[in-house]
Structures are given as structure tokens and as C-alpha cells.
């Protein structure tokens, strides 16, 4: 009997690691090695602890991303930026 809730277990486990993986998978953006992402929307980070989070005066603020990062796909927009002339 117990053989039978361990196999439960596993089914429900492997699906929510599989569900986790889709998730995050589509929620990661990745900007290529000559790119940047600049992420605009709320809840960034802090500001205090990243140096990469700005803030305008009408309190907009951004994200300058190298490599790849996370976005809430529904409140933050990703625009990829070309560094080649820099």
C-alpha cells in the first residue's frame, strides 16, 4: 500500500517539476552577446541593492539587463537593445 502512495507522490512531483520548468521557460527572456534587454514596468527589484534599476522624474522605471533575465510577462515589456556601435 505504501508502494502506491510513494508512486502517487512521484506522478504528482514530476509534473509539478515539469509545470515549473514550462513556466519559467516562458517567462525568461535571453538577449543575444551583442544586446541588451531594457525591462520597463513594476516591481523591478530594489533599488538600493541593484545597480542596473532606474527611475526617471515621473517615476517610470527600468531595468538594463546583459544576458538574460526574468519577466512578468502580463506588467513588464522587454525591449532588446543593439550594443554594436558601443
Known amino acids: ?3 502506491i502512495y ?3 507522490a512521484l ?3 514530476l ?3 515539469a509545470g ?3 513556466f519559467m521557460k516562458i517567462r525568461y527572456r535571453t538577449a543575444r552577446s551583442n544586446e541588451a534587454l531594457i525591462i520597463t514596468g513594476p516591481k523591478l527589484g530594489d533599488e538600493q541593492k541593484e545597480t542596473n534599476i532606474f527611475t526617471d522624474k515621473e ?3 527600468m531595468k538594463i ?3 538574460g533575465g526574468v519577466l512578468l510577462k502580463r506588467f513588464q ?3 532588446p537593445v543593439n550594443l554594436t556601435s558601443f
Open 1 to 3: 500500500m505504501g508502494f
Open 6 to 8: 510513494a508512486g502517487i
Open 11 to 13: 506522478v504528482v512531483l
Open 15 to 17: 509534473f509539478a517539476v
Open 20 to 22: 515549473y520548468y514550462i
Open 59 to 61: 517615476g517610470r522605471s
Open 65 to 67: 539587463v546583459r544576458g
Open 77 to 79: 515589456t522587454s525591449t
